[in-house]
């Protein structure tokens, strides 16, 4: 039983000497042929040399390059503010109740237009009050302003006014007497609407055509006292007739020259008095002197103003 036990054990001692014999040939073989190929230095590492002394890496950067794309655009335009210079005003058509005329801003930048109703007076109330239904324009923006008289365009029927008015009938049945013979220097020009007051001065006498009538201009002062020639009291003003008859207009515009004193304040007592003592000689002085005057050197120019009384027409 021994000897094949013992047997055994040998050939297992051997068979485990071939076996480590044949692995150290294989590893043999491996490392002196197989690792040292080409091709599996290639794949399992890559030698790093070394670095010369004194060198140092350079490199040349890129930069990444482009052609830059302008933005463009429509410039939008501001709206144009409107001009601050002055321009040449136009001129307006003014149009109420059948009256109309040529509103120029240079004498006017507006107007108020109302009918005024009738008022048939009293017997104890002031004479110059009764007055039929007419028209009744005031004109805005107009210069000179704040003087003693506004500036108004009234319209108002004959036959009525005749009829409610004896004074103002008077002053009718004279004024048609006076446009029928137009004298060159008529010694007083009636005058509506009536006043409590009289004619103590006229200049400047003009007989001119409108639309659909006629009648006459003339520079004027009404006081109840001898006064003095003066830019406050001073005004144009224009007394007509349609053609028909039917209507009779009164135009009551003040008016100033730089010649003149700005009211009756201005003037001193003594020279108060000396015009009083010379009364007739003093207006006949100053008439000549304001006629001698260009139209354009008033305020506002005669011209304008008698452009405007011949815009007038009236359809009623």
């Keep these: 039983m021994k000897k094949p036990v013992i047997i055994i054990v040998i050939l297992v001692v051997v068979a485990c000497i071939l076996v480590a014999a044949a692995l150290g040939v294989g590893l043999w073989i ?21 670095a010369p002394t004194g060198w140092q890496p350079t490199f040349t950067p890129i930069l990444p390059t482009f052609t830059p794309v302008q933005p463009t655009f429509t410039p939008v335009q501001p709206t144009p503010k409107l001009t601050q210079t002055p321009l040449q005003p136009a001129q307006r058509i003014f149009s109420f109740e059948g009256l109309s005329f040529v509103l ?32 009744s324009v005031e004109l805005t923006g107009y210069q000179p302003a704040d003087m ?8 108002y029927p004959v036959d009525d006014f005749s009829r ?54 003339f520079l004027a002062i009404y006081a109840q006292y001898v006064a003095p020639v003066n ?18 207009i009164s135009v009551i515009l003040p008016v100033n020259h730089p010649s003149l004193r700005g009211s009756p304040n201005d003037f001193s007592q ?9 009364a007739e000689n003093y207006y006949s ?26 815009s007038i027409q009236i359809n009623r």
């Design 30 to 50: 491996y490392q002196n042929y197989v690792s040292n190929s080409p091709s599996q230095q290639a794949v399992t590492s890559t030698p790093v040399l070394p």
């Design 104 to 135: 120029d801003p240079i004498n006017a930048t507006g107007a108020n237009a109302q009918v005024i109703p009738e008022n048939p007076g009293t017997a104890e109330g002031p004479y110059w009050e009764a007055a039929p239904e007419y028209l």
């Design 148 to 155: 003693f008289h506004k500036p108004v365009i009234t319209v």
């Design 164 to 217: 409610l008015n004896p004074t103002a009938a008077e002053t009718i049945t004279n004024l048609k007497a006076l446009l029928a013979e137009k004298p060159a220097a008529p010694s007083r020009i009636p005058t509506l609407p009536v006043w409590n007051a009289g004619q103590v001065f006229r200049s400047n006498v003009r007989y001119l055509d409108f639309q659909n009538g006629s009648g006459v201009r």
């Design 231 to 248: 830019n406050y009291d001073l005004f144009y003003t224009f007394q007509g007739f349609t053609a028909d008859g039917r209507y009779v």
């Design 270 to 278: 003594a020279e108060m008095e000396q015009m009083i003592n010379d």
């Design 285 to 310: 002085v100053m008439a000549a002197d304001l006629e001698s005057r260009p139209d354009n050197s008033f305020l506002p120019s005669l011209a304008a103003l008698d452009t405007l009384v011949q």
